[in-house]
């Protein structure tokens, strides 16, 4: 690659307001073990929305381990009375057994008797950080996406009906978004793991402002050898590229100096989870998730008849994909459990 980036500083402090209406805000952090087949995505998520009713904070879990069978995905709902944010720090709670800190995500969602608790150790050194639009400041059209370690490696302990597991510096990627009242549909993938280079990784997302338009901008990072090449707001406006979206296969193209890289990611329905979004209209819009997708990278050099393939990168275990429109996907069977949270997990 032709430029390099300087090391990414962001304040990843919550900032969600309760005095807007509407406002919304989450954090996740996601991990595969493709050796033993086990992967878990947690989110954490505020929304201020327009009725007492809607007023609400989730703690999200989807815990699959392919060998012993395991599929576990719920959404333990809370009022927003059970929410601490700890003014001036990164450090956000929600009821008596979830939240995290910049170095550290714990929680736990029950459903029917069943319980699943995790605790995340999360180091900061050597996370790679990407601020999904920079250079987009704080305008009311752009949608904020932050992540303190797009490709990082943490250690997880999780008991799962009694059992506990453990994963030891496992590879995972974690995420921080607000300010998307405007966004309609979107597609998003991020790898952390290639064959070809253990140090690489890619994160890419479309943002749409209506669910059938052109995206307003398509983000690109992609990293190697301890280098991060990022699009700013404006390259990633006029430069950057989706060449396909579908429900199950994403392209996207992005220009960095003299090369070009070009990504396919695709999913299997088999692999997937699906998020139903009711919208005032009474329509709805629909999220797939796959923590076992496959992105394969090309990097190009020249233009033309000169243009070469120079490098090829090709994702060795799980990577993630997600996908939101306003079609669902008649081939996805499970979806995540909305539940509401007992009282001993909201707490006072």
Known sequence: MSTHSLPTVLDNRPVF?????????????????????????????LFNGPTDGTKIAEVWCWYRDQVNGDDFAVRQRYPLAAVRIAPGQFRLEIGTS?????????????DQGRVISWDFDMPVAKAQAVDRLKGAGNSVLFPRFYSSGCKRTISARVVFDG???????????????????????????????????????????????????????????????????????????????????????????????????EAVVTGNPDDMILITHPLPNGAFLYTTITLNAQIQIQVVEGCGADEKVVRTLTSDGGASFEVTKPVRNPR????????SAPA?????
């Open 98 to 110: 979830s939240g995290l800190t910049e170095s550290r995500a714990w929680g736990a969602v029950e």
């Open 163 to 261: 059992r506990e597991i453990q994963a030891d510096a496992v590879e995972a990627t974690d995420g921080h978004y607000w300010n998307t009242h405007q966004l309609r549909t979107w597609s998003w993938a991020n790898g952390v793991r290639f064959r070809e280079d253990p140090s690489a990784f890619l994160e890419a997302i479309a943002f749409r402002l209506y669910a059938d338009d052109a995206p307003m901008a398509v983000s690109v990072a992609f990293g190697s050898a301890g280098w991060t090449w990022q699009n700013d707001a404006l390259e990633a406006m006029y430069l950057n590229r989706e060449l396909e979206t579908e429900l199950e296969r994403w392209r996207v193209s992005a220009c960095f100096g003299q090369q070009r890289v």
């Open 344 to 348: 001993r997990l909201i707490g006072a």
């Open 332 to 339: 996805v069977t499970r979806e995540f459990k909305i539940v």
């Open 17 to 45: 307001d309760a005095t807007v209406p509407g406002f919304s805000e989450a954090y996740y952090v996601i991990w595969t073990d493709p050796a033993k087949k086990r992967s878990m995505v947690v989110r954490y998520v």
